[in-house]
């Protein structure tokens, strides 16, 4: 998959927040976006995934491989996004919260729990299908909604500052473990950060917002 944005203007209450003539993301590439903040970084994200706050216009467009994308609904782009809060769901087990991510074609309780069992031991989480979320470890909690993102088989991924509550060492394993599997599906992926560490491990282009 190919994430393209075409002819991007973003403007916040008439006032202009940022330009962009075109961006094309190739499968498995990571693009790093940064520059400070209310340089437009996590707003353009935003767009891309549908959930634009009222507050802003936007002008452009989204395509997937040949697919436009721009007026659907969030729900129907197939694009994935993850934020530096991981959203799992308190009041679900770990298996709960990564059932609600599989798409509905994966049909009977055996099926969908086989999906959920095999995606826990490709991240090294065996046996964590009936935990508690309030019990897991910071790096634990963002594989688990990481893996949630993935088991809905997006076509692009969003990378929201994820890695920004995590300390360094725990940080380091959860980008690599991160960057490797949009690598491995050969999803295109946006990476909104502050930190130079995390462009330099996702080795693409960087755009800069002013």
């Known amino acids: 998959m ?5 002819d991007v203007a973003i403007t916040c209450r008439g006032r202009p927040l940022l330009a962009m003539p075109e961006l094309t993301v190739r499968p498995g590439e ?3 976006v940064m520059g400070p903040s209310g340089s437009g970084k996590s707003t353009l994200l935003a767009w891309v995934s549908g959930a634009l ?5 936007a002008r452009g ?6 697919d436009e994308v721009t007026h659907l609904p969030a729900h129907r782009r197939r ?3 993850l934020f530096q809060d991981d959203p799992l769901f308190p009041h679900l087990s770990v ?3 990564l059932a609600f991510g599989l798409p509905p074609d994966i049909r009977g309780r055996a099926a969908r729990r086989a999906r959920i ?4 031991e490709s991240a090294e989480l065996p046996g964590y299908a009936d935990r508690d979320p309030a019990t ?3 790096g634990q909690r963002a594989r688990v909604a990481l893996l949630r993102t993935l088991l809905a088989a997006p076509r692009a991924l969003l990378l929201d500052e994820p890695f920004g509550k995590l300390d360094a060492g725990l940080r380091e394993r959860v980008r690599r473990f991160t960057l490797d599997r949009a690598r491995a599906l050969a999803l295109p992926v946006l990476l909104v950060t502050h930190d130079p560490a995390d462009a330099a491990s996702a080795g693409g282009p960087v755009l800069r917002l002013d």
């Open 2 to 6: 190919t994430l393209r944005l075409e």
């Open 30 to 32: 990571v693009v790093t």
């Open 53 to 57: 706050d009222p507050a802003f216009r």
């Open 61 to 66: 467009r989204v395509l997937v491989d040949e």
């Open 79 to 81: 694009i994935g996004i």
């Open 95 to 97: 298996a709960g919260n």
């Open 117 to 120: 069992e095999a995606a826990l």
């Open 136 to 138: 897991l470890s910071g």
